[in-house]
């Protein structure tokens, strides 16, 4: 999983019919959570720019996360699946 915040949304007036019907969002992983480029993920919980958010980066969890028949294939890998309200470092 990533810890990340919001960017952006991103629309996609044309996308493959096997998407879920959800929004799109880039995301930056925060420090010590990943490469710093930015990610497209699906958003499963609703969240927007400005969030910080765990991010899902396997593909069963994935499909589980936002597909009603988690055995039909997902084309994506990254799913935003928690708004997080608060990291304490140990």
């Known amino acids: 999983m990533i810890l990340a915040k919001v960017i952006s949304r991103v629309v996609a007036t044309a996308k493959s019919p096997r998407l879920p019907h959800r929004q799109l969002l880039s995301v930056e992983p925060l420090?010590?959570?990943g490469d710093p480029n930015h990610i497209v993920?699906?958003?499963a919980v609703e969240a927007g720019p400005g969030d910080t958010?765990?991010?899902l980066q396997e593909g069963t969890g994935a499909r589980q996360a936002?597909?009603?028949d988690p055995t039909q294939p997902l084309p994506a890998q990254m799913v935003i699946v928690?708004?997080?309200d608060q990291v304490e470092r140990i």
């Open 53 to 55: 958010v765990l991010v």
């Open 66 to 68: 936002v597909l009603e």
């Open 82 to 84: 928690g708004v997080v």
């Open 41 to 43: 993920a699906i958003d």
């Open 31 to 33: 420090p010590g959570f």
